[in-house]
């Protein structure tokens, strides 16, 4: 294990170049087919001015890392003898394709509306019931056939040297919602330029620590491939954005990290190593909940707990540049899953 750590952040750096050096006529590629991104009207003048900027940047980031991690790993994946082994690099490999396809139909749908073709696509309902599905099938394979799981069914708890063993009747139900929450966290977490980015590359980092801990070779591997792939994909997307990574991107990672976190069995610390996605939610939550709450039955107009949801538009309308937001929330970020890390040595 003492030459993998430099190996595996190697191959994370030959990602990063990998895409970095595609990732340019890939801009341009966007640029001509006008895949552009819409903004809300609600939205700032500085966030208007965003608009029509390519969108499904999550591609740059998929397709390297889904390449390399197979090319890496293609003997254990196809020999019958090493099955467990190439499941357990299918798994996760399996939620950044699926989750990205269902967010690039996502996006499409708004492209094509901003286009004046209404009514493709797929509505928020079919979206959820898309990623429930996939996260069903993720969450039974893991916990049914162990996906070359170390912790399948089970749970690390700092302090606990030894793993918990959980029932698959909860397992299942707690790996889908870790898979989809994490996966709409991380949609609302991509607001501004370079945020989600730079916040799920610190996630991954922390967790291909703790799976370099664990002796879990290809998680090690995969969670470095998509560190590299983040930072390729911020290249462009540094304020101000050549592109955004979309539901493309944002689905994808959030459902992938959700995943990765249930593979190293340390999904307790997913809170804490990804603490700005989760205030993200819990803010749009809280503002949503309050504004119903507080609805006036006359003029049907509630109250709001924040200026704007998600939390960064909140710091943004009180007067924080968006690069500030940016950089503090990744300090916050880094400082999170340093802190995570050091509770998974514990």
Known sequence: MTGELPF?????GVCFLLAVIWGGPFVEILRRLKIGKLIQVELSA?????????????????IP???????????????PEDRVTGLS???????LVSFSLLGLIDDWEG????????????????????QLFIAAVVAVVISQYGGGLQYAN?????????????????????????????SNAVNFTDGLDGLAGIITASAFAAYGVIAYLQEQIFLTQFCFLLVGACFAFLWYNAHPAQMFMGDTGSLAL??????????SGQWLLLPVIAIVPVLETVSVILQVSYYKRTKDPVTGIGQRLFRMAPIHLHFQKGGWSETQVVQRFWLVGLLAALFGVALAML
């Open 89 to 95: 690099i299918l798994v996760p490999l399996g939620v």
């Open 65 to 79: 890392v889904v390449l390399m991690a197979l090319g890496l790993n293609i003997v254990s994946v196809l020999r």
């Open 46 to 62: 500085e966030h208007q001015k965003k608009m029509g900027t390519p969108t499904m940047g999550g591609i740059l980031i998929i």
């Open 111 to 130: 492209i094509q509306n901003s286009r004046g073709i209404v009514g493709q696509g797929i509505s928020a309902r079919a979206k959820f019931l898309g």
């Open 154 to 182: 089970q749970v690390l708890i700092p302090l606990i040297p030894f793993p918990i063993e959980i029932s698959p009747i909860f397992f299942i139900p707690i790996t889908m919602f870790y898979i989809i929450g994490m």
């Open 254 to 263: 959030g459902a992938t990290l959700g995943t990765v976190a249930i593979m």
């Open 8 to 12: 595996t952040v190697t191959i994370g």
